[in-house]
Protein backbone atom coordinates (compact mmCIF):
# COMPACT_ATOMS: atom_id res chain seq x y z
CA UNK A 1 0.00 0.00 0.00
CA UNK A 2 1.05 3.25 -0.62
CA UNK A 3 2.15 6.13 1.76
CA UNK A 4 -0.21 8.64 0.16
CA UNK A 5 -3.14 8.55 -2.09
CA UNK A 6 -4.62 10.93 -4.34
CA UNK A 7 -7.15 10.59 -6.80
CA UNK A 8 -5.30 11.85 -9.87
CA UNK A 9 -7.91 13.69 -11.82
CA UNK A 10 -8.35 15.43 -13.99
CA UNK A 11 -10.47 17.67 -12.62
CA UNK A 12 -11.97 20.16 -14.93
CA UNK A 13 -14.11 23.05 -13.62
CA UNK A 14 -15.39 26.41 -14.75
CA UNK A 15 -13.97 29.48 -13.32
CA UNK A 16 -15.28 30.39 -10.18
CA UNK A 17 -16.63 26.55 -8.96
CA UNK A 18 -15.56 25.31 -6.32
CA UNK A 19 -13.39 22.24 -6.26
CA UNK A 20 -11.87 19.90 -3.64
CA UNK A 21 -9.34 17.32 -3.46
CA UNK A 22 -8.88 14.48 -0.79
CA UNK A 23 -5.55 12.51 0.12
CA UNK A 24 -5.30 9.59 2.25
CA UNK A 25 -2.30 8.38 4.20
CA UNK A 26 -1.40 5.31 5.78
CA UNK A 27 1.23 5.63 8.65
CA UNK A 28 -1.14 7.05 11.40
CA UNK A 29 2.07 8.12 13.46
CA UNK A 30 2.28 10.60 10.63
CA UNK A 31 3.49 14.13 12.22
CA UNK A 32 2.58 16.88 9.53
CA UNK A 33 0.63 17.77 6.39
CA UNK A 34 1.50 20.04 3.67
CA UNK A 35 -0.05 20.73 0.09
CA UNK A 36 2.31 21.62 -2.72
CA UNK A 37 1.11 22.81 -5.80
CA UNK A 38 2.87 21.72 -9.31
CA UNK A 39 2.94 23.46 -12.74
CA UNK A 40 3.63 21.88 -15.49
CA UNK A 41 7.63 20.84 -16.26
CA UNK A 42 8.32 22.87 -12.56
CA UNK A 43 9.58 22.65 -8.99
CA UNK A 44 6.80 21.95 -6.60
CA UNK A 45 5.96 24.98 -4.11
CA UNK A 46 4.73 25.22 -1.13
CA UNK A 47 1.04 25.92 -1.08
CA UNK A 48 0.17 25.72 2.59
CA UNK A 49 0.51 23.40 5.64
CA UNK A 50 -2.24 21.42 7.42
CA UNK A 51 -2.91 22.18 10.52
CA UNK A 52 -4.76 19.94 12.54
CA UNK A 53 -7.49 22.63 13.53
CA UNK A 54 -7.81 22.71 9.60
CA UNK A 55 -6.40 26.44 8.51
CA UNK A 56 -7.02 29.11 5.74
CA UNK A 57 -5.24 30.96 2.93
CA UNK A 58 -7.71 33.15 0.96
CA UNK A 59 -9.47 30.58 -1.48
CA UNK A 60 -7.82 28.06 -0.05
CA UNK A 61 -8.61 25.68 3.06
CA UNK A 62 -6.98 22.49 4.08
CA UNK A 63 -8.27 20.02 6.72
CA UNK A 64 -6.86 17.26 8.57
CA UNK A 65 -8.91 13.90 9.49
CA UNK A 66 -6.59 11.95 11.93
CA UNK A 67 -9.07 9.25 12.90
CA UNK A 68 -10.18 9.17 8.94
CA UNK A 69 -6.65 9.22 8.44
CA UNK A 70 -7.29 11.78 5.21
CA UNK A 71 -6.68 15.41 4.58
CA UNK A 72 -8.39 17.77 2.28
CA UNK A 73 -7.93 21.34 0.11
CA UNK A 74 -10.96 23.06 -1.18
CA UNK A 75 -10.33 25.49 -3.63
CA UNK A 76 -13.25 28.27 -3.68
CA UNK A 77 -14.03 30.57 -6.71
CA UNK A 78 -11.46 29.40 -8.80
CA UNK A 79 -9.35 31.34 -11.20
CA UNK A 80 -7.76 29.91 -14.52
CA UNK A 81 -4.02 30.41 -12.47
CA UNK A 82 -5.33 28.00 -10.24
CA UNK A 83 -4.45 24.84 -13.12
CA UNK A 84 -2.10 22.92 -11.43
CA UNK A 85 -1.64 19.41 -10.09
CA UNK A 86 -1.88 19.54 -6.41
CA UNK A 87 0.52 17.02 -4.54
CA UNK A 88 -0.76 15.62 -1.08
CA UNK A 89 2.82 15.52 1.31
CA UNK A 90 2.88 13.76 4.47
CA UNK A 91 5.81 13.53 7.13
CA UNK A 92 6.18 10.50 8.49
CA UNK A 93 9.17 11.34 10.57
CA UNK A 94 13.26 11.94 10.60
CA UNK A 95 12.00 14.56 7.95
CA UNK A 96 10.84 12.15 5.68
CA UNK A 97 7.72 13.28 3.21
CA UNK A 98 6.02 11.09 1.22
CA UNK A 99 4.48 12.73 -1.96
CA UNK A 100 1.35 11.89 -3.55
CA UNK A 101 1.06 11.31 -7.33
CA UNK A 102 -1.13 14.54 -7.55
CA UNK A 103 -4.52 15.64 -8.15
CA UNK A 104 -4.29 17.79 -11.20
CA UNK A 105 -6.44 20.56 -11.76
CA UNK A 106 -7.86 22.87 -14.87
CA UNK A 107 -10.21 25.89 -15.05
CA UNK A 108 -11.95 26.13 -17.82
CA UNK A 109 -12.75 30.06 -18.87
CA UNK B 1 11.67 31.79 -3.64
CA UNK B 2 14.15 30.05 -2.02
CA UNK B 3 17.60 30.66 -3.10
CA UNK B 4 18.32 27.05 -3.97
CA UNK B 5 20.19 26.62 -7.63
CA UNK B 6 20.36 23.14 -9.41
CA UNK B 7 23.37 22.33 -12.36
CA UNK B 8 23.08 21.33 -14.94
CA UNK B 9 19.23 22.58 -15.93
CA UNK B 10 19.06 19.86 -18.80
CA UNK B 11 21.70 16.81 -19.47
CA UNK B 12 21.86 14.18 -22.25
CA UNK B 13 24.37 11.21 -21.70
CA UNK B 14 25.04 7.58 -22.26
CA UNK B 15 24.39 4.38 -20.44
CA UNK B 16 27.40 3.24 -18.45
CA UNK B 17 28.96 7.60 -18.31
CA UNK B 18 29.56 9.19 -14.65
CA UNK B 19 26.79 12.02 -13.78
CA UNK B 20 27.29 14.62 -11.02
CA UNK B 21 23.87 16.99 -10.29
CA UNK B 22 24.49 20.06 -8.06
CA UNK B 23 22.24 21.61 -5.59
CA UNK B 24 23.68 24.87 -4.18
CA UNK B 25 21.49 26.70 -1.35
CA UNK B 26 22.14 30.35 -0.34
CA UNK B 27 19.88 29.87 2.89
CA UNK B 28 22.24 28.25 5.11
CA UNK B 29 19.62 25.29 5.91
CA UNK B 30 20.57 22.38 7.42
CA UNK B 31 18.75 19.67 5.54
CA UNK B 32 18.98 19.30 1.68
CA UNK B 33 17.69 16.16 -0.54
CA UNK B 34 17.75 14.45 -3.87
CA UNK B 35 14.72 13.46 -5.27
CA UNK B 36 13.99 11.73 -8.29
CA UNK B 37 10.09 12.59 -10.23
CA UNK B 38 8.62 9.70 -12.79
CA UNK B 39 5.32 9.62 -14.46
CA UNK B 40 2.92 7.73 -11.94
CA UNK B 41 5.16 7.80 -9.22
CA UNK B 42 5.18 10.46 -6.57
CA UNK B 43 8.19 12.52 -5.65
CA UNK B 44 10.74 9.98 -3.91
CA UNK B 45 13.47 10.43 -1.88
CA UNK B 46 17.25 9.29 -3.37
CA UNK B 47 19.63 11.14 -0.30
CA UNK B 48 19.44 13.23 1.72
CA UNK B 49 21.66 15.31 4.13
CA UNK B 50 21.64 16.45 7.82
CA UNK B 51 24.84 18.42 8.04
CA UNK B 52 28.47 18.83 6.37
CA UNK B 53 29.40 14.89 5.64
CA UNK B 54 26.19 13.53 7.21
CA UNK B 55 24.30 11.67 4.64
CA UNK B 56 21.62 8.92 4.32
CA UNK B 57 19.79 7.01 2.52
CA UNK B 58 16.18 7.36 1.13
CA UNK B 59 13.37 5.05 -0.64
CA UNK B 60 15.19 4.56 -3.94
CA UNK B 61 19.34 5.28 -3.74
CA UNK B 62 20.79 2.08 -5.30
CA UNK B 63 22.91 3.61 -8.05
CA UNK B 64 23.44 6.73 -6.30
CA UNK B 65 25.79 8.26 -4.13
CA UNK B 66 25.93 11.71 -2.77
CA UNK B 67 28.67 14.34 -0.92
CA UNK B 68 28.03 17.46 1.22
CA UNK B 69 31.34 18.95 2.36
CA UNK B 70 30.09 22.53 2.36
CA UNK B 71 26.52 23.39 3.76
CA UNK B 72 25.57 25.38 0.91
CA UNK B 73 26.22 22.37 -1.81
CA UNK B 74 24.80 18.90 -2.20
CA UNK B 75 26.27 16.63 -5.21
CA UNK B 76 24.45 13.75 -6.35
CA UNK B 77 26.80 11.62 -8.16
CA UNK B 78 25.30 8.57 -10.62
CA UNK B 79 29.04 6.45 -10.95
CA UNK B 80 27.40 4.65 -14.35
CA UNK B 81 23.92 6.06 -15.40
CA UNK B 82 21.99 3.71 -16.53
CA UNK B 83 18.55 4.03 -18.43
CA UNK B 84 16.17 3.66 -15.90
CA UNK B 85 17.74 6.91 -14.26
CA UNK B 86 16.67 8.66 -16.89
CA UNK B 87 14.21 11.29 -14.72
CA UNK B 88 13.84 14.52 -13.66
CA UNK B 89 15.41 15.14 -10.40
CA UNK B 90 14.82 17.76 -7.72
CA UNK B 91 17.12 18.96 -4.52
CA UNK B 92 14.79 20.61 -1.83
CA UNK B 93 16.41 22.12 1.41
CA UNK B 94 14.52 22.53 5.15
CA UNK B 95 15.18 23.49 8.38
CA UNK B 96 14.96 20.98 11.24
CA UNK B 97 11.55 19.42 12.45
CA UNK B 98 8.74 17.74 11.76
CA UNK B 99 6.44 21.20 10.70
CA UNK B 100 9.31 22.46 8.40
CA UNK B 101 8.32 22.02 5.02
CA UNK B 102 10.63 21.69 2.32
CA UNK B 103 11.52 23.68 -0.48
CA UNK B 104 12.95 23.02 -4.10
CA UNK B 105 15.24 24.01 -6.80
CA UNK B 106 14.28 23.74 -10.43
CA UNK B 107 14.93 20.34 -11.23
CA UNK B 108 17.69 18.79 -13.36
CA UNK B 109 16.12 16.84 -16.63
CA UNK B 110 18.47 13.94 -17.26
CA UNK B 111 18.36 11.96 -20.04
CA UNK B 112 20.65 8.30 -20.22
CA UNK B 113 20.47 7.10 -23.60
Known amino acids: RKEVEQDPGPFNVPEGATVAFNCTYS??????FFWYRQDCRKEPKLLMSVYSSGNEDGRFTAQLNRASQYISLLIRDSKLSDSATYLCVVNSGANNLFFGTGTRLTVIP | DAGITQSPRHKVTETGTPVTLRCHQT?????MYWYRQDPGHGLRLIHYSYGVKDTDKGEVSDGYSVSRSKTEDFLLTLESATSSQTSVYFC????????????FGDGTRLSIL
Open chain 1, 27 to 32: NSASQS
Open chain 2, 27 to 31: ENHRY
Open chain 2, 92 to 103: AISEPGFSQPQH
